[in-house]
Antibody, heavy 122, light 115 residues
Framework: EELLLESGGGLVQPGESLRLSCAASRFTFSNYAMNWVRQAPGKGLEWVSVISGSGDRTFYADSVKGRFTISRDNSKNTLYLQMNSLRAEDTAVYYCAKGRELELLRISFDYWGHGTLVTVSS | DIVMTQSPDSLAVSLGERATINCKSS????????????LAWYQQKPGQPPKLLIY???TRESGVPDRFSGSGSGTDFTLTISSLQAEDVAVYYC???????????FGQGTKLEIK
């Protein structure tokens, strides 16, 4: 069974930066699009960003565009989310999620990590 | 953006009874060239990540019990649990992945409880 393990969350002040990581194992990482999805405390799911398997295509939710950058290192089987200019409303558990089918970006997510909590507060 | 609206927001069903959750998209998520509906259903239990139940609107993910089924096309979709079990207590989300450029959206969630 595929495994995804997020790290890098924590408490930061508004305006600061944070980089999340998602280590993948037990599947051919470079063959699949990867996503970040977040969930504010007690709220629903919000898609954040997607990156293609090769890393050459990236897309973002309007709420994070220009502040967040998704990237991946296929040699390390690791997905990243660089978050700059953080705001209180970015407070959430951040999940990485794997695209279900080879190379497709417009696809459901078959495996999710357990998430990492990001808290933005002064 | 495609808006996904689920109904009801919460639902209480007796053990062994049928549970039905609806999801409506603000525009069609049926892609005519391949005749696929870009719609998925997820189950999320407290303290856990979401779990994929159904994709392409009606295809059950491997390992998901056959009491879970998905139906619908275009803009109106339904998740049905034919005989509710105690372990089905969770929040259920629909998701569209039709948007191009890619930008998926989720419904607000439906909380399912035992009556």
């Amino acid at each position: 069974e595929e495994l995804l393990l997020e790290s890098g969350g924590g408490l930061v002040q508004p305006g600061e930066s944070l980089r999340l990581s998602c280590a993948a194992s037990r599947f051919t990482f470079s063959n699949y699009a990867m996503n970040w999805v977040r969930q504010a405390p007690g709220k629903g799911l919000e898609w954040v960003s997607v990156i293609s398997g090769s890393g050459d295509r990236t897309f973002y939710a309007d709420s994070v565009k220009g502040r967040f950058t998704i990237s991946r290192d296929n040699s390390k089987n690791t997905l990243y989310l660089q978050m700059n200019s953080l705001r209180a409303e970015d407070t959430a558990v951040y999940y990485c999620a794997k695209g279900r089918e080879l190379e497709l970006l417009r696809i459901s997510f078959d495996y999710w990590g357990h998430g990492t909590l990001v808290t933005v507060s002064s | 953006d495609i808006v996904m609206t689920q109904s009801p927001d919460s639902l209480a069903v007796s053990l062994g009874e049928r549970a039905t959750i609806n999801c409506k998209s603000s525009q069609s998520v049926l892609y005519s060239p391949n005749n696929k509906n870009y719609l998925a259903w997820y189950q999320q239990k407290p303290g856990q990540p979401p779990k994929l139940l159904i994709y392409w609107a009606s295809t059950r993910e491997s390992g998901v019990p056959d009491r879970f089924s998905g139906s619908g096309s275009g803009t109106d979709f339904t998740l049905t649990i034919s005989s509710l079990q105690a372990e089905d207590v969770a929040v259920y989300y629909c998701q569209q992945y039709y948007s191009n450029p890619p930008k998926c959206t989720f419904g607000q969630g439906t909380k399912l409880e035992i009556k």
